[in-house]
């Protein structure tokens, strides 16, 4: 069935950092892709999504593109901030009802 | 700005007994969800539900799981005789429609700790 792999964490970065988080899937058709982002205390939020090969998904200076080839949609961010410490899901949908979600990664960042 | 709310934030539970978890959605919305995670684990699709029946399930989601929308506005899992692999994070979702476009939108969780 479709599934989602991520790179485990923590990711332990310096503010003003590169920051990526791998993430890859497998997919019998044509899914749509999602970051999600999980801060203290509160719920999923989507962070950025792309809906087929190509697009670039873009959000608060966050960006994932969709690579069909190479089945990736790795999330990246050129200077991470403090507040961007959170937890994040990468997630995709084939068309069910579902979401399929990976472990998540926690992002730690420390001035 | 509208949100999804869930309630209790933790709930302990004696294996064997009877929980419910409650989750308010986005009033507008049409389709709802629950998903869980155990520890370490991935976030996993349980049911969703629109038009007062469930749309789909997963394997998860056996005889011990049902859900109800009572209302008009709360959407509830109840797991019958709770196990202690029941332990997990909870999240309730709503969405306007179930596509692979659509966004979901999620609570903060119901941490459930069985023991």
């Known amino acids: 069935g479709d599934s989602v792999t991520q790179m485990e964490g923590p990711v332990t970065l310096s503010e003003e950092a590169f920051l990526t988080i791998n993430c890859t899937y497998t997919?019998?058709?044509?899914?749509?892709l999602f970051w999600y982002v999980q801060y203290p205390g509160e719920g999923l939020q989507l962070l950025l999504k792309a809906t087929k090969a190509d697009d670039k998904g873009s959000n608060k200076g966050f960006e994932a593109t969709y690579r069909k080839e190479t089945t990736s949609f790795h999330l990246e961010k050129g200077s991470v901030q403090v507040s961007d410490s959170a937890v994040y899901f990468c997630a995709l949908s084939d068309g069910t009802d579902k979401l399929i979600f990976g472990t998540g990664t926690r992002l730690q960042v420390f001035p | 700005e509208p949100e999804v709310t869930q309630t209790p934030s933790h709930q302990v539970t004696q294996m064997g007994q009877e929980v419910i978890l409650r989750c308010v959605p986005i009033?507008?919305?049409?389709?709802f969800y629950w998903y869980r995670q155990i520890l370490g684990q991935k976030v996993e699709f349980l049911v969703s539900?629109?038009?007062?029946?469930?749309?789909?399930k997963s394997e998860i989601f056996d005889d011990q799981f049902s859900v109800e929308r009572p209302d008009g506005s709360n959407f509830t899992l109840k797991i019958r005789s709770t196990k202690l692999e029941d332990s997990a994070m909870y999240f309730c979702a709503s969405s306007v429609l179930a596509t692979k476009l659509n966004e979901q939108f999620f609570g903060p969780g119901t941490r459930l700790t069985v023991l």
């Open positions: 539900f629109y038009n007062n029946e469930i749309s789909e």
């Open positions: 997919a019998t058709g044509y899914p749509s």
């Open positions: 009033s507008n919305h049409l389709y």
